[in-house]
């Protein structure tokens, strides 16, 4: 249009129409210049899960700060691998803090190279984009695979510990508190300490398990060793969600049973970077 | 809460608006009613939220709307007015649709076009004020839309919906420098191949081939400019502007045969009328603006004998014509002697002493008048006019059918024609060849800018008389010069007038007038002050200049001291320590892989710390902290310290 109005203003050697099209050509210069600067300026931390299963969605959280001087930025899509979250307006100087859900494909060291700014801001003319290396690492777990066999683990422990299966969930007395994990049970939380504190602890009980659960990766039924990760994955999860000690041994590397996120983290850890 | 979509909805018809306003006094009173009236049912229909009429039938009433207007112009040649009133039907059918994004984008558009119309209908600088609303109002709904598009129900607070418009608001006046240069840049051509569809509404006020006693009063009672000229300062009494000449009289009426002295049209061509030489009178030379005023005639000051810059013919008695009655504002320079009178060894006598038959108090009067000498016969008569006998007026002027009787004899009271026709035809009855001029009087001088404004009510007509060979000036109407230079009103209220003509006068001459010839005389200017710049010395010079300082860029590059970067100075260093002990960058190498590549552990490590500390900042998109820097530089250090092995 305003390509037309630039012939009209030559035809007409009309000054006003002239002084119009600068306008419209100068605004559009200005847009061009604002859409720039609103896709740029920002500092990212990211922090992904602590545990990410693969093929299982997770959240990434993305902490985004506007470090312009004194323009905000609006309209912004946020995202990693094609998945985005919009920021309507974020101040100068202000910080915000998006989950953008990611699903990873496969076990192991996973990249998030890049994380895009996209905004149709200020004109609706054309979408710009912004593509911000990041080069971040994670860690993803083998998606957990129900595992049938389950059973003839605990039941090898049984016969080792001579432990009834069915006790496997029984309690002895309280033998401390530690932070809430990811994956503890909702009725083994402290909840009298919840009330008086608002942060989440979780109990712990002496004796709590039964009998350790050792799981041997050769032992599990399946077609590959894909699977048998993945399998070997879901009855770490299960096992340690009953407080039973869970162990673990793959190949030459043997992790003794015990209970606790780190021992759980540890144990996946091995399972991910199986190689 | 404010919700997006009703100020989007409210925007647009302020949009629209403030494209119709301006077109509206030009288009029929009952289309500009009728128009307004069906954008308020619009307004009220979308407000009250009321089902909309069907796209279809719209677009059917478009279609036609269109057709019509093809018809219509085709029919009557008049593009611009059925155009515009095509356009603001259009608008008009826009409004009673359901308005989705493109719909909106198309009011703004048909808002521009209607806006860019108006300028073809009026050069008044109103249009700047329009624009900027326009420009402000449609940045805003643009940005309006784009979050709109994002989410259609998206609503703001009030405090975060004034946030957003500040900082979209200010785009128009950030546009402001870029858009002067623009539109000084802006390729501009000679001819414009549509130059007829600017109708700017110009006011008949000036002179035409003719002038009827008391016509001039016409001229008189308007008020509007009829000219800006830049000049020097000269003497109130010599601001006579010449413009026609009139020295045919009969039946009341004077009027020009003017003959061409000069039929070629070029755009520079010197009067051939001599001036006399005995005066070494001084040259003035001016810029004149000159209003559209439906004349034949170029103004200037009294005597002028050239004029430049618009193309013209010239008339006997340096009178300048042009051949299209003026319909737009124009700008032409002029040269001028004052105190100057044409000189004309041999005239057709006959022309300026005809008279038709004169009653006998007219011819005795005459005789009355009459001395030994040309010269002392015109002084006289002269002076009879000016003896306080007959007073100026303006208002209440002779009507009769003889008016120049009972001007002279009865009334006594007259305006500048009746002066001027009374002396010629008194000079003409005894004998002495004259003529009436046509022109301005006197004149308001801007100090500040240096300009004059010559309102139409200066228009004045004076007398030559053709003595011994020279065509002498008498002016005898008897108004105070006074009368024609100084401003009415108190101080305050002439400051403010001048202050309001400045802009006019700004607006007049840097954008109506800028034209393809101003613009080149700026790339001549610009050319020309270059051409002064440049000669061997300068070139050698800057050759110089050019090659040293490439030079040092060149080895401050080298040597990585040209970045100014801070952390690509230290990436540059951290590279040149691994290169002098023996690990050089390969092409696309990652530093990443380069450090693995050191066998020195020592090395390794500080390298490997001196990454990461990069690293950890570089995919942050953060800058490096005066810290970090330290830190890093501190890596360096060690890793200099270790042994090449």
Known sequence: MTILMGFAAINTGNNLMYLLVSFLLAIMGISGFYGLKNIGGFEFTISPAIEIYANRETYISVEIVNKKKWMPSMLLWVGIDDNFKLINFIRSGQKITLKIAVVFNSRGINNIDQIVVASRYPFNFFIRKNVIQIGKSVLVFPEPVKCESIKSFYDKSRQAGDQNASNIDSREELSGIRQYAEGDKIRDIHWKHYARSFSLKTKEYSGQSSKPVMIEIDEIEASNMEESLSKAVYMILQILNNGIPVGLKLNDIIIKPNIGIKHKIDMLNKLAEYD | ?645
């Open chain 2, 1 to 645: 809460m404010i919700k997006i979509d009703k100020v989007i909805q409210l925007t647009a018809y302020m949009i629209g608006l403030i494209g119709f306003v301006p077109v509206a006094s030009y288009l029929p009173i009952f289309t500009s009613i009728f128009i307004l009236l069906l954008i308020s049912i619009a307004f009220f229909i979308d407000f009250r939220g009321n089902k909309h009429i069907s796209r279809k039938f719209l677009t059917t009433i478009a279609l036609f709307v269109i057709g019509g207007t093809i018809i219509k112009i085709i029919q009557s040649g008049d593009i611009v007015i059925y155009a515009v009133q095509a356009l603001s039907i259009l608008l008009v059918v826009k409004f009673f649709e359901e308005k989705e994004f493109r719909d909106h984008m198309q009011i703004i558009a048909i808002t521009l076009f209607l806006l860019a119309s108006s300028s073809l209908f009026s050069l008044s600088m109103w249009f700047l004020v329009y624009v900027f609303i326009a420009l402000f109002l449609i940045t805003s709904q643009i940005v309006l839309l784009t979050f709109h598009i994002e989410d259609k129900k998206m609503q703001f607070e009030k405090k975060a919906f004034w946030r957003l418009l500040m900082t979209s608001l200010p785009m128009p006046l950030i546009a402001v420098p870029a858009a002067i240069i623009i539109f000084f840049i802006l390729p501009r051509t000679d001819f414009p191949l549509f130059s007829s569809l600017n109708q700017q509404s110009m006011t008949k006020s000036g002179f035409s081939d003719s002038v009827e006693l008391g016509s001039v009063s016409d001229i008189q009672s308007n008020d509007s400019v009829a000219f800006r000229v830049k000049m020097k300062k000269i003497p109130a009494n010599k601001l006579y502007w010449r413009g026609i000449l009139l020295d045919t009289y009969d039946n009341n009426i004077w009027k020009s045969s003017g003959d061409t002295l000069s039929s070629k049209s070029s755009r520079k061509v010197i009067a051939t009328s001599k001036f006399q030489s005995t005066f070494s009178s001084e040259i003035i030379e001016q810029q004149i603006f000159m209003e559209p005023d439906g004349s034949y005639y170029l103004y200037a000051l009294n005597t002028s004998y050239q004029i430049s810059g618009y193309r013209h013919i010239i008339k006997t008695g340096n009178i300048f014509k042009i051949r299209k009655p003026l319909t737009k504002r124009i700008k032409y320079d002029a040269l001028s002697r004052i105190d100057t009178n044409l000189i004309e060894n041999s005239i057709d006598t006959n022309r300026y002493l005809k008279l038709p038959d004169m009653v006998d108090k007219i011819i005795s009067l005459a005789n009355d008048l009459k001395m030994n000498s040309s010269d002392k016969t015109a002084q006289y008569t002269l002076d009879y006019f000016l003896d306080g006998t007959f007073t100026y007026a303006t208002k209440g002027l002779v009507i009769s059918e003889t008016p120049l009787k009972d001007f002279l004899f009865t009334s006594m009271t007259g305006n500048c024609e009746f002066f001027a026709s009374s002396m010629a035809v008194l000079l003409r009855l005894n004998g002495i060849p004259t003529r009436v001029v046509g022109g301005f009087k006197g004149g308001y001088y801007n100090e500040t800018l240096g300009y004059y404004k010559i309102p139409n009510s200066n228009a004045h007509v004076w007398v030559e008389a053709w003595i011994d060979g020279v065509w002498k000036t008498f002016d005898p109407t008897p108004a105070s010069i006074q009368f024609f230079t100084k401003l009415p009103g108190n101080n305050i209220q002439q400051i403010m007038s001048q202050f309001a003509d400045s802009v006019i006068y700004y607006w007049n001459t840097l954008i109506i007038g800028y034209d393809f010839s101003t613009q080149l005389e700026i790339a001549r200017g610009i050319g020309n002050s270059f051409k002064d710049f440049i000669n061997i010395k300068t070139i050698v010079i800057l050759i110089l200049i050019f090659v040293g300082g490439y030079g040092v860029v060149f080895i401050m590059n080298r040597r990585g001291r040209f970045e100014f970067n801070k952390d690509k100075r230290l990436i540059i260093k951290f590279e040149k320590l691994l290169q002098s002990k023996g690990f050089v960058r390969l092409e696309g190498e990652g530093l990443e892989m380069l450090v693995t590549r050191v066998t020195n552990e020592d090395l390794r490590i500080h390298a490997n710390k001196f990454i990461d500390i990069f690293q950890s900042n570089f995919y942050r998109d953060r800058d490096l902290n005066n810290e970090d820097i330290q830190k890093m530089k501190k890596l360096l250090g060690k890793m200099s310290n270790c042994q090449n092995k």
